[in-house]
């Protein structure tokens, strides 16, 4: 079945960078893009760009531009979210989504599980 | 503050219907799709509603999605105890840095 296995738990001292994995099964992997979405405790959605596995083209949204890097290993099927300059504010869970559509139909139709990036001193 | 509006929270007892509003503008829901999607307590957001008003496999007829002009809908019918989540709508915004978007959030509570 078609899923995404992120990476385990980080913890990680403020000014730090954090990688995140994102291993996606089932379907393939150069077809669809891949998102990056946090979510912190009791918080709404916040999207933070997209990358497309073909290509490696990406897209960040401007709050994240500068401090994130979005890259991928089609070999093994797997896109990594980076974070860099962490501090206490990007304590939060990670999710990675499927983006399907084109233009302005754009959605997310699987998503991994989540990984808890805490940032503490 | 997030791009799309919606409320914080709504309820209604087993059996009811309930909607959710979400509300834009023209850069985003006024010229795109909107999705909708749930995520139950403690796990992670799955889609429920694309394009509007399409439901991917699986997703019961109970729930369905509409937008006119730069709002949108989620209907929810027959609740049950086990539709207390938390519901997102999101879309493209095509604004200057085109991005994804996301209301803040509504949680259902069924009485």
Not at chain 2, 2 to 14: E, F, G, I, K, R
Not at chain 2, 22 to 44: F, M, R
Not at chain 2, 90 to 98: E, Q, R, V
Request: aromatic share 10%; glycine share 12%; proline share 4%.
């Amino acid at each position: 079945q078609v899923q995404l296995v992120q990476s385990g738990a980080e913890v990680k001292k403020p000014g730090a960078s954090v990688k995140v994995s994102c291993k996606a099964s089932g379907y393939t992997f150069t077809s669809y893009d891949i998102n990056w979405v946090r979510q912190a405790t009791g918080q709404g959605l916040e999207w933070m760009g997209w990358m497309n596995p073909n290509s490696g083209n990406t897209g960040y949204a401007q709050k994240f531009q500068g401090r994130v890097t979005m890259t991928r290993n089609t070999s093994i099927s797997t896109a990594y979210m980076e974070l860099s300059s962490l501090r206490s504010e990007d304590t939060a869970v990670y999710y990675c989504a499927r983006g399907r559509g084109s233009g302005n139909r754009y959605y997310m139709d699987v998503w991994g599980k989540g990984t808890t990036v805490t940032v503490s001193s | 503050q997030s791009v799309l509006t919606q409320p914080p929270s709504v309820s209604a007892a087993p059996g009811q219907k309930v909607t959710i509003s979400c509300s834009g503008s023209s850069s985003n829901i006024g010229n795109n799709y909107v999705s909708w999607y749930q995520q139950l307590p403690g796990t992670a957001p799955k889609l429920l509603i694309y394009e509007n008003n399409k439901r991917p496999s699986g997703i019961p007829d109970r729930f369905s999605g509409s937008k006119s002009g730069t709002s949108a809908t989620l209907g929810i019918t027959g609740l049950q105890t086990g539709d207390e989540a938390d519901y997102y709508c999101g879309t493209w915004d095509s604004s200057l840095s085109a991005h994804v978007v996301f209301g803040g959030g509504t949680k259902l509570t069924v009485l």
